[in-house]
């Protein structure tokens, strides 16, 4: 009977243990890996400056234990920091051969404000336009 109990009791702590560890392996980190604020020439007269930052997200578990990507995020709104409120799109990035990180790879990266909205402009020849409409007026 003892030997019933200590099995459940390894079982259990067995399942508790890797839901935590699963919980912390799968939580994003919200770091921003790069920012750019918008341009002084232009003006959408709705709570400016505006931000578009690439947040890292939560580990893409697809290619375990091959490869460990994470998700990523262009955020565009009036938050500097970790952003609560805006406009998200998840996006991938394409370093290409260069072999670089995601964070080496975004400085050659180019953004463009314009008074239709922003356009990332990625290193990989990648475009993304982002209409004003979708970020402006604390959206």
Partial sequence: ?????KILLVIICSILL???FTHFL???????IAQWKQSESVNYKSFDPYFLSIIERDVNWTYFPLNWERHYE????GESGIPGYGHFIEFSFHPGFDDVDVATHLKKSIVDWSDA????KEASGHILFIPKDMFIGGR
């Fill in 74 to 77: 262009i955020y565009v709104g």
């Fill in 117 to 120: 909205g922003v356009t990332f």
């Fill in 1 to 5: 009977m003892k030997r019933t109990w």
């Fill in 26 to 32: 799968h939580r994003p980190s919200n770091k921003i």
């Fill in 18 to 20: 890797a839901l935590v």
